[in-house]
Structure formats: C-alpha cells, structure tokens
C-alpha cells in the first residue's frame, strides 16, 4: 500500500517553473497558429506556407506537422512526453497584401536568427494585422480600369475605343464585386451574372463597329485564373499533390464559369438583335489572335502601358509606393524577354514559355539575395504579365460558341491544354531559377518565393 508521504513534494518553485515552461510552450503553439494565418490572408506562395511553418517551428523547437490545402491548413502539435497531440483547424481565404507580408517576412528572418522573443512577435503580428489597409477600398474601380485599359491594348489586341470601353466595365465590375461582397446570399454567382451583363454589353457595342472578344475579356482580367493555374502548377511540381490538383480542377472550372456568363449575354442580346454583326472584321479576327507581337495600335504605346500596367498591380496587391521601382523594372524585364523572344527572336513556344519566367524568378531572387528583402511582390506581379489566364476563358468561349460562327468556334479544347502547357513552362522556370540561385535552400531563413 502506498502512501502520500513516500512522494516528494512539489516545491513552489518548480510549480512555477512547470507553469512557466507550458506557458512557453502554448506561446510558441499561439505564434505558429497566427503565423499561418497570416501567410494565407497576405498572399505568401501556396507552395511555401508548409515549408515556412517547419522551418520556425524548427527554430522554435516545437515539434508539428501541417498539412496545407486550399484556403485550409491543418497544423498538429506533439508532446513526446505525455504521447498526446493536439490539431488546430484553420480556414482562411488567399488574400493580397504584400506590405503586411513583407513585415512578416521581415518577422521570419528575426525569430530565425534568435532576434526577437515569442512574446515580441506576437505583439508584432497583432500589430501588422490591426494596421488599416494601405489603399481604400474605394479606389478600386479605377485600379479595375486602368489594369483593363492596359490589358485591352496589350494583350487583347483592343483599340483605344475597345480599351476605353473595357474600362468602363471594369469600373462596373469593381462596384459590382463590393455590392454582392454585402449581400451573403449573392456571392455564389455574382462572377456569373457580372459576365452576362459583360457579355451583353460587349456584344451590343459590336453594332458600332467595336470587337467582342478585346471588349469582354478585359473588363475582367483581374479576375481571370492564370496565376492560380500556374500555382497549382507549381504545388504539383513540389509534389503538394492535392491542393495541385485542387487549385487546377478550380481554376479550369472558373474559367468555364466566367465562358457560361459571357456566351450566356452575347446570346441574350443575340436573341433580342438577330442582327448584330459577329467579329468577322479583319480588326476582330487580328484581335482574336492578338499576342505580344499582333496588337492593334503601335507598340511604341507599350512604354505608357507596361509601366502603367505594373503600377496598377501594385496597388491591386497592396505595394507600398518605395517598393514600385522595384516592382516595375522586374515586369518590364519580364515582358522585354517575352517580347524580344517572340517577336524578334521568333523562338519555340516552349522557349517563350520557359525563359521570361526564369529572367524574372532570377532577378527576384538576386535582389532577395542582395538586399536581403522579400523580392515576391515584384516576381508576382511580372507573373501577371505572363500567365495566359485569357486562354482558359477561350477555351469556355469556343465550347459555348460551339454552335455558332464566331473566333473561337472550332478552339475549345486546344487553348484549355495550352493553358496547362504555358503553365508548365511557368513553373519550370522559376523553378530552375530557384535552383541557381538557392541550390541548398536557405539556411536559417525561410525563402519566400515563386
């Protein structure tokens, strides 16, 4: 029979040492959690939340596994001593603020090198999260159009009237997109409806000698999935094989839902006017197979609208005005490589694809290397420049279109696998410019990257 008394008591200091040590412990858990939180809500790389998170919690001794899905990740905490875990489920949707990921990123370095306390990075992360946005939301509308306006000339193949059109949808679009962010029930479809009056609106300005296709797609390009496709691209090439084929089986039905909604108003308004014009137009079908190199209007206008493009993106994504320079010479170096290449050089495909992508991932990581600050936001924004998201929407628009005589008619499943393949060809180049620049990895700080 045993007995109290043949247990040593527990002394009031080592009660509060116990008390002390957990606490650390439960503080250290607590960062982790908000940390990837805040990954996910200011737009890190999908394919570099989970290595970010081992890698701090390596640093801070905590032993976890996580596991990142779209918009979810699930985090699991082990205690080795008393053989219990504990997961913490967290939902949040993939945002853009690359000021306040850029704090974080600073955060990172701090505590990797033993810099700051768990305490201070705690109070550091409320601080960042509590900050007010760096750009009303107000100003949307006209962001929406000047990236429209751009976009209409320089990859759509718009005239000034086409590009001034889609920037007026576009402006509708953005108050369209706060309106339906009030109303619950109406976010499932407001994409859908906001296309069909685009595509309506679009198809009724072919009567006054405007084309389509310039008009529709770039009233909504910022919404187009092109960077989400070359994302999963890339988690698959890192072998995050369900969020991969998650984000890819997303994007590819996005882009037919945005199709649905545009062929949806060019009917109705076809119906109403049988006798509207189709883009048989030598300007429309030029436009209908614009490029780099197929633009409508002179290409001396590229040095307003590809510097002018970049700045737009830069408030899109919440860039604060010192990084802009930045930002700007990356895509300008991006976009000179893909021309030069496809213009001048007349260069495969898969060369076109391949090269940009690497020139840009390359400079990115040369400035994170030297100026040892985050490079993302100019890599993510020359990105946009590249990503052919405009190809899965006409792929939906010759599946749609199928039945009548229309750009896209005969097209549908060739752009939906070039889609894939321009991605593809993303991904490799980052990757490769990943491998030159970082062949071990970081050592004590976590890179963050495409």
């Given at each position: 029979m045993t007995t109290s008394s043949q247990f040593e008591r527990i002394s009031v200091e080592d009660r509060v040492r116990i008390a002390f040590e957990i606490a650390n412990i439960l503080q250290r858990q607590q960062f982790l959690y908000k940390l990837a939180k805040s990954l996910m809500l200011y737009g890190c790389p999908a394919h570099r939340i989970e290595y970010i998170l081992r890698h701090v919690s390596g640093t801070l001794k905590v032993i976890a596994e996580f596991?990142?899905?779209?918009?979810?990740?699930?985090?699991?905490?082990?205690?080795?001593?008393?053989?219990?875990?504990?997961?913490?489920?967290?939902?949040?949707?993939?945002?853009?603020?690359?000021?306040?990921?850029?704090?974080?990123?600073?955060?990172?370095?701090?505590?990797?090198?033993?810099?700051?306390?768990?305490?201070?990075?705690?109070?550091?992360?409320?601080k960042v999260a509590d900050d007010p946005k760096l750009y009303p939301t107000?100003?949307?509308?006209?962001?929406?159009?000047?990236?429209?306006?751009?976009?209409?000339?320089?990859?759509?193949?718009?005239?000034?009237?086409?590009?001034?059109?889609?920037?007026?949808?576009?402006?509708?679009?953005?108050?369209?997109?706060?309106?339906?962010?009030?109303?619950?029930?109406?976010?499932?479809?407001?994409?859908?409806?906001?296309?069909?009056?685009?595509?309506f609106v679009s198809r009724a300005s072919t009567k006054f000698d405007f084309c389509f296709i310039p008009t529709a797609f770039s009233s909504f390009i910022v919404i187009l999935p092109g960077y989400y496709i070359a994302i999963a691209i890339i988690e698959l090439v890192s072998r995050q094989i369900i969020s991969g084929i998650v984000r890819t089986g997303y994007a590819i039905i996005y882009s037919f839902l945005l199709g649905y909604g545009i062929s949806t108003g060019s009917s109705i308004y076809r119906a109403i006017d049988p006798s509207v014009p189709m883009d048989t137009a030598p300007q429309c079908q030029m436009a209908a197979n614009a490029n780099s190199c197929i633009v409508s209007v002179s290409q001396y206008y590229h040095f307003l609208t590809v510097p002018l493009f970049a700045v737009a993106y830069c408030l899109l994504v919440r860039a604060r005005p010192p990084r802009w320079p930045t930002i700007i010479f990356v895509s300008i170096c991006g976009f000179v490589v893909n021309w030069l290449l496809s213009c001048v050089a007349n260069s495969p495909s898969q060369v076109i694809q391949v090269v940009p992508a690497f020139a840009v991932g390359l400079i990115g990581n040369i400035l994170t290397k030297v100026t040892c600050k985050m490079s993302f936001d100019a890599t993510l924004v020359a990105i946009f420049y590249l990503v052919p998201g405009s190809l899965g929407l006409k792929a939906a628009i010759g599946i749609f279109f199928s039945h009548e005589e229309g750009a896209y008619s005969s097209q549908g499943g060739s752009f939906a696998l070039?889609?894939?393949?321009?991605?593809?060809?993303?991904?490799?180049?980052?990757?490769?410019?990943?491998?030159?620049?970082?062949p071990k990895g970081a050592q004590r700080t976590p890179i963050m990257n495409m």
């Open positions: 596991i990142y899905l779209p918009n979810v990740m699930l985090m699991t905490f082990f205690d080795p001593e008393t053989h219990t875990t504990e997961t913490h489920f967290i939902r949040q949707t993939m945002g853009f603020d690359m000021h306040k990921l850029g704090e974080i990123y600073r955060l990172e370095k701090l505590v990797g090198h033993g810099e700051v306390t768990v305490d201070e990075a705690l109070d550091f992360i409320d107000w100003m949307n509308p006209f962001i929406y159009s000047v990236i429209s306006l751009c976009g209409s000339v320089m990859f759509f193949g718009g005239r000034w009237k086409e590009a001034g059109l889609s920037a007026g949808l576009a402006m509708f679009f953005a108050v369209y997109e706060l309106f339906s962010e009030r109303f619950w029930g109406f976010q499932p479809i407001w994409e859908i409806t906001v296309c069909i009056i685009i595509g070039s889609m894939i393949e321009i991605c593809i060809g993303i991904a490799l180049g980052l990757c490769v410019a990943n491998l030159i620049i970082y």
